[in-house]
C-alpha cells in the first residue's frame, strides 16, 4: 500500500507540486508569523525586566495592591535577613534593595508630582541594562546627593545634566523634608507613563530624605528568566506568606500581560484561517485527483480489492502530502527565519513606549510543533471525504470512466 501511495503521489508532478506548494506555504507563514509574536514577547518582558521591575520582588504583604499610596506603611525594617535568605537560591544572581516614595520635585520655578525610588547604584546599573540614558549617565557608588530621572520629567521641567532640583516629600512619620540634588543623567525605560513621573535617587539619600532604614520592596535578578516561576515557587514555601508576598516579573507589569493576550488571540485567528486555506486548497486538489482517477479505482475494485482498500490508498496519499509537505515548510520556514533574523525587522515604538527596537523571528520548538501539525493535520482532514465517495462508488459506474 505504502509503496503503491508513493507512486501514485509521484505520478502526478505538476497536481502534487500545487499541493505540496500550498502545505509549504501555510507551514513557513506560521513559523514566521509565531516566530515574530514569540520575539515579541522576549523583547518585551527583558526590556521590563532590565528596566523596571527586575525578575522577581518580595515586600510586605498588600504592598503591590495598597503600598503606593502609602510606602511607609509597608516597610521591610530588616532587609539583611531577608536577603541572605534569598541569595542562598543558585539561580539568583543578586538582590537590590528599593525605597519608594512620592513627592514634589521643584526646579526653582516650578513643582512636578513624582514617584520615585531610592536604590542602590551599583546593582542597579548591573540590572538595568535596558534602561537606556539620553543624557548623563546612570547612579554610581561614589553619589550620595545626585539623581536621575525620566525623559518626560525632565522635558516637563527643562532640567539637564548638572542642574540642581530640590525633593519635597513627607517622612514616614508624616513630617515634611526636603533635600537638593544635582541632576546626572536622564533615563528612557521602556514606558513613557513612567517615565513621566519616575526619578532615582541613592539609597542612603532616600533613607535620609524619609527618616526610615527600611526598604519597600528587594528586587530579585536571576541568571535566567526561564527560572522566574520556579524560583517564586520555592521563595513562597521559605517566606512567611502573612508577612512577604512574592511576586513575578509578569504579575507587576499588567501591560504584559494584555499583550499577551491580544497577541495569542490575534496569533489564533491566524492560525485558524491558514488551516482553513491549506484545508480548502488540498481539498480541492485531492478531489481532483480522485475523480481523475475513478476509472482506476474502479480497475482495482473490479480485481478484488474491496472499498476499504481503496479508502486506505487514498488516505495514505494524502498522509504522504502531509508529511512531505510539512516538513519541506518546516525546514525552509527554519532557513527564512534564519535569514530574516541576521538581517533584523525595524519595528516602530510599541504603544505607550519611547523606542523602536529591531525584531527577529525566534525559532521556538513549540512554534515549530504548531506549524507542523496544522500543515499536516490540514491535508489529512482533506482527504475522508473524496476517499469515502470514491470507495463507494458502484464498480460498474467506476468502470465506465475507462471509456
Known amino acids: 500500500m505504502l509503496k503503491l501511495a508513493l507512486r501514485n503521489v509521484f505520478r502526478q508532478k505538476l497536481r502534487t507540486a500545487m499541493t505540496l506548494a500550498a502545505i509549504v506555504l501555510g507551514v513557513i507563514g506560521l513559523i514566521l508569523s509565531g516566530g515574530f509574536v514569540q520575539d515579541v514577547y522576549h523583547n518585551l518582558g527583558e526590556a521590563l525586566i532590565h528596566s523596571k521591575s527586575g525578575h522577581l520582588q518580595v515586600a510586605r504583604a498588600g504592598f503591590q495592591e495598597q503600598g503606593t499610596r502609602r510606602p511607609e506603611k509597608f516597610l521591610i525594617e530588616r532587609p539583611e535577613s531577608v536577603t541572605r535568605l534569598l541569595a542562598k537560591q543558585p539561580e539568583i544572581e543578586d538582590v537590590m534593595a528599593r525605597l519608594n516614595f512620592s513627592g514634589l520635585i521643584n526646579n526653582g520655578r516650578s513643582d512636578w508630582p513624582i514617584i520615585g525610588e531610592g536604590v542602590e547604584p551599583q546593582k542597579e546599573a548591573a540590572l538595568g541594562t535596558e534602561l537606556r540614558f539620553v543624557e548623563g549617565r546612570q547612579l554610581g557608588k561614589d553619589d550620595l546627593y545626585n539623581l536621575v530621572l525620566g525623559e518626560g520629567v525632565a522635558r516637563t521641567l527643562k532640567l539637564r545634566t548638572g542642574d540642581r532640583a530640590t525633593l519635597l516629600l513627607n ?52 541568571k535566567r528568566t526561564e527560572d522566574t516561576r520556579q524560583v517564586a515557587d520555592a521563595l513562597v514555601r521559605q517566606l512567611d506568606g502573612k508577612q512577604f508576598e512574592v511576586k513575578t516579573w509578569q504579575e507587576l507589569n499588567d501591560f504584559y500581560e494584555s499583550t499577551v493576550a491580544l497577541y495569542d488571540r490575534q496569533f489564533g485567528v491566524l492560525q485558524f484561517i491558514i488551516l482553513a486555506m491549506v484545508l480548502l486548497a488540498v481539498a480541492n486538489s485531492v478531489n481532483m485527483s480522485v475523480l481523475e482517477r475513478v476509472g482506476e479505482f474502479g480497475t482495482m475494485m473490479a480485481m478484488g480489492n474491496r472499498s476499504g482498500a481503496v479508502f486506505r490508498l487514498v488516505m495514505t496519499e494524502s498522509v504522504l502530502l502531509g508529511l512531505c509537505g510539512a516538513t519541506l ?42 506549524a507542523f501539525s496544522v500543515g499536516f493535520l490540514a491535508t489529512v482532514l482533506a482527504a475522508p471525504l473524496p476517499a469515502r465517495r470514491v470507495s463507494r462508488t458502484p464498480v460498474v459506474d467506476a468502470l465506465r470512466q475507462n471509456i
Open 329 to 370: 515548510g518546516v525546514v525552509l520556514g527554519i532557513m527564512l527565519a534564519w535569514v530574516i533574523s541576521a538581517v533584523g525587522i525595524p519595528m516602530p515604538p510599541p504603544p505607550n513606549a519611547n523606542r523602536g527596537y529591531t525584531a527577529h523571528i525566534r525559532v521556538l520548538p513549540v512554534t515549530v510543533l504548531i
Open 171 to 222: 517622612t514616614a512619620e508624616g513630617a515634611l523634608n526636603t533635600l537638593e540634588f544635582e541632576v546626572v543623567g536622564t533615563f528612557q525605560s521602556f514606558s513613557k507613563d513612567y517615565d513621566a513621573r519616575a526619578i532615582r535617587i541613592p539609597l542612603a539619600a532616600a533613607h535620609e530624605l524619609l527618616g526610615t532604614k527600611g526598604v519597600n520592596s528587594l528586587v530579585i535578578s536571576l
